[in-house]
């Protein structure tokens, strides 16, 4: 068997897993989709769209920067499967994470979140200075790490990290407090 052939392989057998794993025992909702999609790059949205595959309520979405920012406006509104979060002015470029929460008709909390970058914005940068300081916020310029790349992948799952962290934080909150 060829390596790449192997890799396929094992590739297909973990997404089957994957699929296994996910497969929902009783059928939460899901995100169908999002505008601005996860992972792409667009111009400064002025709101935040997302589409489950159900009616959902009580919607909540936070809209932060690489720095925790925050960028919604105002409460996200649901109607039957969309739920619609107003962004506040226009985002400087950068990559911002999404984080969302709602309930499906089922009862059920269903959260998420993802990452998009913003490009060819007119807006000037928040924050031109240094990044959030970490343990290793500068690898070493002749290092063996060759590209970019990686460095980005870490500071975007920083990122995604510390929405999360601070999703959970505020959602854990708002339900202590309901
Ligand atoms: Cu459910």
Redesign the pocket.
């Known amino acids: 068997m060829s390596r790449a052939l192997a890799r396929t392989a094992a590739a297909g057998a973990a997404v089957a897993l994957v699929a296994l794993g996910a497969a929902?025992a009783?059928?939460?909702?899901t995100l169908k989709s999002a505008d601005p999609a996860s992972n792409s790059t667009v111009a400064p949205p002025s709101k935040i769209v997302l589409t489950y595959a159900d009616p959902v309520m009580v919607p909540q979405v936070v809209l932060t920067d690489a720095s925790g920012g925050r960028h919604e406006a105002g409460k996200a509104q649901a109607v039957d499967n969309t739920v619609t979060e107003t962004v506040s002015g226009t985002l400087p470029n950068g990559v911002y994470t999404v984080g969302w929460r709602v309930v499906?008709t089922?009862?059920?909390p269903?959260k998420g979140s993802f990452t998009f970058t913003v490009k060819g914005s007119t807006s000037p940068q928040a924050q031109t200075s240094a990044p959030a300081p970490g343990p290793s916020t500068a690898p070493a310029a002749a290092g063996e790490d060759s590209g970019g790349s990686s460095g980005w992948l870490w500071i975007g799952l920083g990122a995604l990290v510390v929405a999360l962290i601070g999703g959970g934080v505020a959602w854990s909150r708002r339900a202590g407090e309901g």
Do not use: N
């Open positions: 929902p009783s059928a939460h909702t499906a089922d009862g059920h269903v």
